[in-house]
Nanobody, 125 residues
Framework: QVQLVESGGGLVQAGGSLRLSCAAS????????LGWFRQAPGKEREFVGA????????YYADSVKGRFTISRDAAVNTVYLQMNSLKPEDTAVYYC??????????????????WGQGTQVTVSS
């Protein structure tokens, strides 16, 4: 099993940037496709982005496309979510997730096996 720990959340003004990190232990991240989801108060968990096991393919929700970038660093067994041009509607708890199988249903939270504990991102207007 892989254990995931997110970090890097915080409070930022609209238009600012944050980089979230998700460190893995127990297994190498190269064995997994990786994803980011977020959940705002009173809302369902929603897909943010995903990256394939090789890192060669990335996918993003339309709401973050062009502003957020997912990357992975095998040397430190970590996946990142670079968030630029942040908006108040990006405020949520952000979760890192992993699964050994990458399918076309990557935007469905139900298919992902492993989850971190989440990190809070708050964007003020």
């Amino acid at each position: 099993q892989v254990q995931l720990v997110e970090s890097g959340g915080g409070l930022v003004q609209a238009g600012g940037s944050l980089r979230l990190s998700c460190a893995a232990s127990g297994r190498t991240l190269g064995d997994y496709a990786l994803g980011w989801f977020r959940q705002a108060p009173g809302k369902e968990r929603e897909f943010v982005g995903a990256i394939s096991r090789s890192g060669g393919s990335t996918y993003y929700a339309d709401s973050v496309k062009g502003r957020f970038t997912i990357s992975r660093d095998a040397a430190v067994n970590t996946v990142y979510l670079q968030m630029n041009s942040l908006k108040p509607e990006d405020t949520a708890v952000y979760y890192c997730t992993a699964d050994p199988i990458f399918t076309a249903r990557y935007s469905d939270s139900q298919i992902w096996d492993y989850w971190g504990q989440g990190t809070q991102v708050t964007v003020s207007s």
